[in-house]
C-alpha cells in the first residue's frame, strides 16, 4: 500500500478509535459502572494522545499526510469529526506541508 493509503488508514483509524473509546466510556459512566470523576481523566490522556499524534506528525512522509488530509477529509464530510478536530488535525499537517514546500523552493 502506499504512503497516501496509509495515510488515509490512519486518519481513518484515529476517528474510529476516538470513536469507540468515547461511546465506552459514556456506557459505562451512564450505567454507573464508572464514576464520573473518572471521565475527565480520560479526557486528559485523550489530550496527551492528541499531542502526541501532532509531535510526530513532522516525521511523516508527504505523500502520507496528503492520504491523512483525504481520510481527514471523508471523516469530516461524513460527520465523524467536528470543525475544533478539523482544524487541529489540519492545521498543523498544513503548517508542516508549508515549511517543507518553503524549504524546497530555497534550495533551487
Given amino acids: 500500500m502506499s504512503a ?19 461511546s465506552i466510556l459514556i456506557a459505562f ?23 502526541t499524534l501532532i509531535l510526530a506528525m513532522p516525521y511523516w512522509g ?10 481527514l477529509w471523508i471523516m469530516f464530510s461524513s460527520g465523524l469529526v467536528g470543525i475544533l478536530e478539523l482544524l487541529v488535525y489540519l492545521g498543523v499537517p498544513l503548517a508542516i ?3 517543507r514546500i518553503l524549504k524546497f523552493m530555497e534550495s533551487y
Avoid at 497516501?4 to 468515547?22: C, K, L
Avoid at 464514576?35 to 480520560?42: A, C, E, I, R, V
Wanted: charge should be positive.
Fill in 4 to 22: 497516501f493509503g496509509y495515510g488515509i488508514r490512519r486518519a481513518t483509524a484515529e476517528v474510529v478509535g476516538g470513536i469507540i473509546t468515547s
Fill in 29 to 51: 459512566v451512564n450505567s454507573g459502572l464508572l464514576d464520573p470523576s473518572y471521565k475527565l481523566l480520560f479526557s486528559l490522556l485523550n489530550v496527551v494522545g492528541v499531542i
Fill in 62 to 71: 508527504t505523500t502520507y499526510l496528503l492520504g491523512w488530509f483525504f481520510g
Fill in 97 to 99: 506541508l508549508i515549511i
